[in-house]
């Protein structure tokens, strides 16, 4: 497909239990951000890769969280012993420019629900 | 990045204008103002952006005050299918600044039959 892919769409898990969500970007595409939307609330910043760059992991709620972009395509959000506050829908988003113009393109979220 | 305000929710009827508006005070001389809306169980999509001048594409036009304080998104004939959240956002590059957008709660906006 032509646009960003999310998987999976949704995960429920137990507490304590590690996920893994996978963001494929739009091909070419050099940035790369990771947002979560608890019910009801807006979008909160988590990371954001760009191009070979160190990432901008200043979002991250806790050292529970990490996430890698391989071959500076494809991105794995990694949540290691999750907890109920982490139920959320996480979406990502890549652009073809970090530049102030770059618009982003969105996936359609992966929604966790942690029991 | 600055900071936008929009209010909490609007409402509009079917086939008649909407003016959302966005308050962008501290917004700085090289900043981009993005609208982006978010339809129900979907991920945001872009709506418009511009610099200083009005905009206009299929989807909306963006008006923007000439001291760029504020902005203000125009769906020409609201539809139902336009009911949504709206973000109004700043993206940032100064020196030493972050590329990261800040979306806030936004807009939801209702439209009635």
């Known amino acids: 497909g032509a646009g960003v892919s999310q998987s999976p769409s949704n995960k429920v898990t137990e507490k304590g239990k590690d996920v893994e969500l996978r963001c494929d970007p739009i091909?070419?595409?050099?940035?790369l951000y990771w947002y979560r939307q608890s019910l009801g609330q807006g979008l909160e910043f988590l990371i954001y890769f760009q191009g070979n760059s160190a990432p901008d992991k200043s979002g991250l709620p806790s050292d529970r969280f990490s996430a890698e972009r391989t071959g500076g395509s494809v991105s794995t959000l990694t949540i290691q012993r999750t907890q109920q506050e982490d139920s959320a829908v996480y979406l990502c988003a890549s652009s073809p420019t970090s530049g102030k113009a770059g618009e982003l393109f969105f996936g359609e979220g992966s929604r966790l629900t942690v029991l | 990045d600055a900071k936008t305000t929009q209010p909490n929710s609007m409402e509009s009827n079917e086939e008649e204008p909407v003016h959302l508006p966005c308050n962008h005070s501290t917004i700085s001389g090289t900043d981009y103002i993005h609208w982006y809306r978010q339809l129900p169980s979907q991920g945001p999509e872009y709506v418009i952006h511009?610099?200083?001048s009005n905009v206009n594409n299929r989807m909306a036009s963006l008006a923007i005050a000439e001291d760029r304080k504020s902005s203000t998104l125009i769906l020409h004939r609201a539809t139902l299918r336009d009911a949504a959240v709206y973000y109004c956002i700043l993206r940032s590059s100064s020196s030493g600044g972050s590329y990261i957008p800040t979306f806030g709660r936004g807009t939801s906006l209702i439209v009635h039959p």
């Open positions: 511009g610099l200083t």
């Open positions: 091909s070419g595409h050099t940035a």
